[in-house]
């Protein structure tokens, strides 16, 4: 069973703080991994993919990859009230068109 | 552009309905998709096409039924559905590649549900 591991929170953090948002995963396989947002009632939002090791930076989100302990995470600098969502990290399914999801990290910014 | 559409927003039914979703990409995408999501979980996988060709199917009861009429169109037609069906349907599309493996999917806005 391939599953993608999230800490399910609420992750708590002041605005302007670093969120830091983590995630595992069992599959060795899979080579592409994805960050969602969601806020509630709405649709998922792709923020960031990443398919190397290392780091990936775009705007205020950082996205972190390290296949060889099997870890994905996603630092949102100078974090806003606005970032408060649910957040997603998906893994691509070794040999199909398919991602696998972890149930996500719940973040909030207090203002 | 990334914007997948989908209608209708809103769908209330009845178990003895017939009713379809339906989904709409024109960024050239070959991959289409449909998820489930209920309520504080993440997207259940239903269906995925590829090449308008139905590559897989999750184990999905037969009360809905998929159809990828051309590239840029997905439906999912509803049938006899139960009031546990009642959830958040999500279409996505993905580019293709030829290796296989997984894209980056852009979602729709989703198709909320409720089956009475």
């Known amino acids: 069973q391939k599953e993608v591991e999230q800490n399910s929170g609420p992750l708590s953090v002041p605005e302007g703080a670093i969120a830091s948002l983590n995630c595992t995963y069992s599959?060795?396989?899979?080579?592409?991994f994805f960050w969602y947002r969601q806020y509630s009632g709405k649709s998922p939002e792709l923020i960031m993919f990443i398919y190397s090791n290392g780091d990936k930076e775009d705007g205020r989100f950082t996205a972190q990859l390290n296949k060889a302990s099997q870890y994905v995470s996603l630092l949102i600098r100078d974090s806003q009230p606005s970032d408060s969502a649910t957040y997603l990290c998906?893994?691509?399914?070794?040999?199909?068109?398919?991602?696998?999801f972890g149930s996500g990290t719940r973040l909030q910014v207090q203002p | 552009d990334t914007e997948v559409t989908q209608t209708p927003k809103h769908l209330v039914m009845g178990m003895t309905n017939k009713k379809s979703l339906k989904c709409e990409q024109h960024m050239g995408h070959r991959a289409m998709y449909w998820y489930k999501q209920k309520a504080k979980k993440p997207p259940e996988l239903m269906f995925v096409y590829s090449y308008e060709k139905l590559s897989i199917n999750e184990s999905v009861p037969s009360r809905f039924s998929p159809e990828c009429p051309n590239s840029s169109l997905l439906n999912l037609h509803l049938h006899a559905l139960q009031p546990e069906d009642s959830a958040l349907y999500l279409c996505?599309?993905?580019?293709?590649?030829?290796?296989?493996?997984?894209?980056?999917?852009?979602f729709g806005p989703g198709t909320r549900l409720l089956v009475l």
């Open positions: 599959d060795r396989g899979s080579q592409s």
């Open positions: 998906a893994a691509g399914d070794t040999g199909r068109r398919a991602l696998t």
């Open positions: 996505a599309s993905s580019q293709t590649r030829g290796t296989g493996g997984a894209e980056t999917q852009y």
